[in-house]
């Protein structure tokens, strides 16, 4: 069964949620619900603008795509415009557990890239958390995303999540 993603706003605040009849739960934190009749809030629809909006790295142009390691863990990846084998991983992977949902948090390749971060804080597609987790001589910060902006980049990406 194909998973119906939607983006609900409540109290001025976004949120990237999962239908399941009448419920609207947070991708990133079920305990989170939105009931239709109980609950107030909208759903929003996603522009589809930012799935082709470019965006500037390292003198190149790119596409924003997130995608999903196997572990269920969410992957920036950048894809350069005209060339969509031409791509950057801007994130790294060190979680050994399989993700639960879909997280709303990743670790940022600053040892290949340390302006990534940066470059995520200033098109607003994530935040530093300021947590730091070493791996080998590197502490990688911890990115807290915007799941719902995330989602209006790729959201045929996120059907390919495995969210149970």
């Known amino acids: 069964m194909e998973i119906q993603f939607a983006i609900v ?15 609207y739960a947070d991708v990133s934190n079920p305990m989170m619900t939105f009931t239709v009749g109980e609950d107030a809030f909208e759903v929003v629809n996603p522009d589809t603008s930012f ?3 470019e965006y500037a790295f390292r003198g ?3 596409y924003f ?3 999903f390691y196997g572990n269920g863990w969410v992957a920036l990846t950048l894809e350069k415009v005209g060339d969509r084998q031409d791509f950057i991983v801007l994130s790294v992977n060190l979680e050994e557990m399989d993700a639960l949902g879909v997280p709303d ?8 890239y340390p302006d990534a971060m940066e470059f995520l804080q200033a098109n ?15 502490e990688y910060p911890m990115a807290m995303l915007d799941l719902p902006l995330l ?7 996120f059907q390919k999540a495995d969210i149970e």
């Open 51 to 53: 799935m082709r909006k």
């Open 105 to 112: 948090r990743t670790f940022v390749d600053v040892n290949n």
């Open 60 to 62: 190149g142009r790119y």
């Open 151 to 157: 989602y209006r980049h790729a959201p045929q990406e």
């Open 124 to 138: 607003g597609l994530a935040a530093d958390s300021g947590y730091r987790r070493r791996s080998g001589f590197v």
């Open 9 to 23: 706003r409540s109290e001025n605040a976004e949120y990237l949620c999962y239908k399941e009849d009448k419920v």
């Open 65 to 67: 795509v997130p995608r």
